[in-house]
């Protein structure tokens, strides 16, 4: 198991940006694929962005494409999402997980068997 931290959620106003944070302990998150997801109220939990062990491909969902970024840096032990431009229909909880390093992108919640508690990031109009 891997304990994972989220940090820099919050509030921000229609057209700014946040960088959030998955900090891992105990354990290195080299050999696992790591991916942000985000669950808004009364919907369901959905993948945002997702990135390799050894970071040479990622994916993120359509609507945030030219807008978020997911990164790792392997020093820190840490993975990142840049999110710019954001919107109201960004407003929800952002969870970190981590999983088997495949080669396709795995989208389901259930493929990730590590997960942060997440932080609530609120984008005002």
């Known amino acids: 198991q891997v304990q994972l931290v989220e940090s820099g959620g919050g509030l921000v106003q229609a057209g700014g940006s946040l960088r959030l944070s998955c900090a891992a302990a105990g354990r290195t998150l080299s050999t696992y694929r790591m991916a942000w997801f985000r669950q808004a109220p009364g919907k369901e939990r959905e993948l945002v962005a997702t990135i390799r062990a050894n970071a040479d491909s990622t994916y993120l969902k359509g609507s945030v494409k030219g807008r978020f970024a997911i990164s790792r840096d392997s020093a820190k032990n840490t993975v990142y999402l840049q999110m710019n431009s954001l919107n109201p229909e960004d407003t929800a909880i952002y969870y970190c997980?981590?999983?088997?390093?495949?080669?396709?992108?795995?989208?389901?919640?259930?493929?990730?068997?590590?997960w942060g508690q997440g932080t609530q990031v609120t984008v005002s109009s």
């Open positions: 997980a981590a999983g088997p390093d495949t080669s396709y992108v795995l989208t389901s919640p259930s493929a990730y068997n590590n």
